[in-house]
């Protein structure tokens, strides 16, 4: 599996994964739209990669305050229970040089962030120190 940062040319692979759903089709549309429009300088999007074909992706925000705000993590159901989800939440923190994340989700993914060393709050929010260091490449 391979996973790489998402430039403006592969913002029509978001669409590839969308689930045959309203709501989460409006979701992978402004994901899309926020690839297509390029780097923002805070918004990234990481997707994972089998054998050419995009299997999942994470979008989400770095802060100036160095925040990590992961907001959409999703993995195709053909493709879940293999640790993808998790690679991609890895990547996202250790590349973004962020010292906290905060993920906003539904409850129920609170085992799931739990399991990603996060500390749950009110069961829609966790929080999970980072250890950046500036000297690690």
Known sequence: MDIRILTPDDYLLIMELAPDDEIMTSMFLSVAAAIKAGFDGISYTYGAFIDGM??????????????????????????????????????????????????????????????????????????????YNPNEK
Do not use: H, M, W
């Not at 100036?64 to 993808?84: F, M, W």
């Open 54 to 131: 995009i299997v999942g992706f994470i979008y989400g925000f770095v802060l100036p305050n160095k925040t990590l705000l992961p907001q959409y993590l999703y993995v195709d159901t053909n493709y879940r229970g293999q640790k993808i989800g998790k690679r991609l939440l890895e990547t996202f923190e250790k590349e973004s040089k962020c010292t906290c994340s905060i993920a906003y989700f539904e409850k129920g993914l609170c085992k799931y962030y739990a399991e990603q060393g996060y500390i749950i709050g009110n069961s829609v929010v966790a929080l999970k120190e980072l250890s």
